[in-house]
């Protein structure tokens, strides 16, 4: 990598890992494996940097889905409970996140992977199933089937599921 390519991705880094994190959690549900996805994501990048350097946060981010696909395929290992999205700074809305966030624990991988695409990075439909190389059709049922179990699950999050959704 040349000094430049260093500085860019340097730049990028700095300008986009909080971004990148909070992604991360959510995908994966766990800090630790979190930063495990950005920095294998990451590494990714470094090595292409040359190739992605005009638009590398669609590329990390795409790495991130389909890595945090992978461990999930791979081990189909059992979640543990989750703690809040972001201890240091308490909300009033704290009781509501706690809800949420167990919630979206007890969803399969795949469930929890198209929510997140779909409502906290605000993808399409069609952008979400060309991130995660599934059928539209496939989106559009998991995000339904997703919703409903949330309902099930979490009846206190109505308002922020809705009932149309």
Known sequence: ???????????????????????AYLLTG?????????????????????????????????AMYHQNISWWRRRRFTESGLGGLDRA????????????????????????????????????EVETARALSLSTSTVKSTTRQALARLRTLAPELAELIGADA
């Open 89 to 124: 700074a308490p909300t009033a809305d704290a009781d509501l996140r706690l809800s949420l966030d167990q919630a979206l624990a007890r969803l399969t991988h795949k469930q929890r992977t198209v929510l997140v695409l779909r409502f906290y990075e605000d993808l399409t």
């Open 1 to 23: 990598m040349s000094t430049d390519d260093e500085a860019g991705f340097t730049d990028f880094v700095a300008a986009r890992q909080a971004a990148l994190s909070r992604t």
């Open 30 to 62: 766990d800090h630790h494996l979190a930063q495990d996805l950005v920095q294998a994501a990451l590494m990714k990048a470094a090595r292409h940097w040359r190739r992605i350097h005009t638009s590398p946060e669609a590329y990390v981010r795409r």
